[in-house]
């Protein structure tokens, strides 16, 4: 855990709102006439139709604000209403959040599309405990869209409002430590507002991705900087503390591109299994510390394959519960391989750069085109 550091804590226990000098009202008043004059316009904040600010708040997780406006026009020009979406095919949606990343999302959009639908007669429930029941939405999400799109007073906890309440309280646990994040709830949902509540989760958003941001808070534009008790003792570069990184295991494969022409043979997983509807390279699972080259042939056979194949080099990628670390073959065909079509395709470079591979393998491909193969 990092350690603050020139600073003793004047308090033992947990802050709580009536030790800072200032109330939740007058919070929500400074930060709402921030936001009236320094507020983002973007693409779904016209709107309170709950289908728009669900797709938008599911593709902001992890992703910016600058990648997500293209992929939420797409999708929307696409699949403009739940109905649609719930009626469209996986394999069509991963397809359109293709390059997007972190494919459970989108497996889940949909899933949960399904559910508004057959559950809740295509329209979006309003309440943030039945919100959480519909795949891939947490309480912050729920919240979320309660607020924006049903002006009901839900607070929420994204990784910005976090930031914002971890350096407003000053904070000194890692914010996702279970204890921390029960206090962080409660600061949260005592500092939401009764009225305006659309606004001002807005606003606190728009807070901790322009102003209070992770490296260098611009705490002299903070309109909440007289409050802040990070800002107070210097330590707003110090919080929030850092979390202790798990340990996870680690999975071996190779990965082996065949190369007919400048065309690749791809295939999609399964949808219902781990990176489900994703597209991937053919691959075989090594133990740790077994030679790649004798696991080799076993590969190339699937395919009526033999002889050698070039090794282009080796990735490792980090999924939420492994580590993968792939070792990368190119084999170059003169004539077609006598592959069954089954679920295998063959794309060019261009549109591979398009599809849906799942993160390990689009780093797979980055090595492929770093290689200049
Ligand atoms: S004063 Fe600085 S650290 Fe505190 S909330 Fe504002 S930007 Fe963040």
């Given at each position: 855990?990092?350690?603050?550091k020139?600073?003793?804590?004047?308090?033992?226990?947990?802050?709580?709102?009536?030790?800072?000098?200032?109330?939740?009202?007058?919070?929500?008043?400074?930060?709402?006439?921030w936001?009236?004059?320094?507020?983002?316009?973007?693409p779904?904040?016209?709107?309170?139709?709950?289908?728009?600010?669900?797709?938008?708040?599911v593709?902001?997780?992890q992703?910016?604000?600058?990648?997500?406006?293209?992929y939420?026009?797409?999708?929307?020009?696409?699949?403009?209403?739940?109905?649609?979406?719930?009626?469209?095919?996986?394999e069509?949606?991963?397809?359109?959040?293709?390059?997007?990343?972190?494919?459970?999302?989108?497996?889940?959009?949909?899933?949960?599309?399904?559910?508004?639908?057959?559950?809740?007669?295509g329209r979006?429930?309003e309440?943030?405990?039945?919100?959480q029941?519909?795949?891939?939405?947490?309480?912050?999400?729920?919240?979320a869209i309660?607020?924006?799109?049903?002006?009901?007073?839900?607070?929420?906890?994204?990784?910005n409002?976090?930031?914002?309440?971890?350096?407003?309280?000053?904070?000194?646990?890692?914010?996702?430590?279970?204890?921390?994040?029960?206090?962080?709830?409660?600061?949260?949902?005592?500092?939401?507002?009764?009225?305006?509540?659309?606004?001002?989760?807005?606003?606190?958003?728009?807070?901790?991705?322009?102003?209070?941001?992770?490296?260098k808070?611009?705490?002299?534009?903070?309109?909440?900087?007289?409050f802040?008790?990070a800002?107070?003792f210097?330590?707003?570069?110090?919080?929030?503390?850092?979390?202790v990184a798990?340990?996870?295991?680690?999975?071996?494969e190779?990965?082996?591109?065949i190369?007919?022409?400048?065309?690749?043979?791809?295939?999609?997983?399964?949808?219902?299994?781990?990176?489900?509807g994703?597209?991937?390279?053919?691959?075989?699972?090594?133990?740790?510390?077994?030679d790649?080259?004798?696991?080799?042939?076993?590969?190339?056979?699937?395919?009526?394959?033999k002889?050698?194949?070039?090794?282009?080099?080796?990735?490792?990628?980090?999924?939420?519960?492994?580590?993968?670390?792939?070792?990368?073959?190119?084999?170059?065909?003169?004539?077609?391989?006598?592959?069954?079509?089954?679920?295998?395709?063959?794309?060019?470079l261009?549109?591979?750069?398009?599809?849906?591979?799942?993160?390990?393998?689009?780093?797979?491909?980055d090595?492929?085109?770093?290689?200049?193969?």
């Amino acid at each position: 855990m990092a350690r603050v550091k020139k600073w003793k804590r004047p308090w033992r226990q947990w802050l709580k709102l009536a030790d800072l000098p200032f109330t939740p009202v007058d919070y929500a008043e400074r930060l709402l006439a921030w936001y009236g004059q320094a507020g983002r316009d973007l693409p779904w904040r016209n709107t309170r139709d709950p289908y728009r600010i669900w797709l938008s708040e599911v593709m902001l997780q992890q992703t910016t604000v600058t990648a997500v406006i293209g992929y939420y026009q797409r999708f929307l020009q696409q699949l403009p209403t739940v109905g649609l979406l719930a009626a469209a095919s996986l394999e069509d949606v991963i397809d359109l959040w293709a390059g997007l990343g972190y494919y459970s999302r989108a497996r889940n959009l949909h899933a949960a599309a399904k559910m508004v639908v057959e559950q809740f007669k295509g329209r979006f429930p309003e309440e943030v405990e039945s919100l959480q029941k519909l795949p891939g939405i947490g309480r912050s999400t729920a919240g979320a869209i309660s607020a924006l799109a049903f002006d009901l007073r839900a607070p929420i906890l994204d990784g910005n409002v976090r930031r914002v309440l971890c350096r407003l309280f000053a904070l000194q646990e890692p914010p996702r430590s279970a204890s921390a994040e029960k206090q962080l709830w409660q600061w949260s949902e005592k500092l939401t507002p009764t009225e305006r509540v659309h606004d001002y989760t807005q606003a606190i958003m728009d807070l901790g991705a322009m102003v209070c941001v992770p490296r260098k808070p611009l705490c002299s534009e903070c309109p909440l900087a007289e409050f802040c008790q990070a800002h107070k003792f210097g330590l707003e570069l110090e919080l929030p503390l850092k979390q202790v990184a798990k340990q996870i295991p680690t999975r071996y494969e190779v990965a082996l591109l065949i190369d007919h022409q400048d065309q690749y043979l791809v295939r999609r997983r399964v949808a219902d299994g781990f990176l489900g509807g994703l597209w991937e390279f053919p691959t075989i699972s090594l133990t740790e510390g077994e030679d790649p080259e004798k696991k080799l042939p076993l590969l190339l056979s699937d395919f009526g394959l033999k002889g050698d194949a070039e090794k282009i080099g080796s990735i490792q990628h980090i999924y939420s519960h492994f580590r993968l670390k792939s070792i990368v073959y190119c084999k170059k065909m003169e004539h077609f391989p006598n592959v069954s079509a089954g679920d295998n395709c063959w794309f060019s470079l261009d549109k591979l750069k398009n599809i849906a591979l799942h993160g390990a393998h689009k780093k797979v491909l980055d090595k492929l085109l770093n290689n200049g193969v």
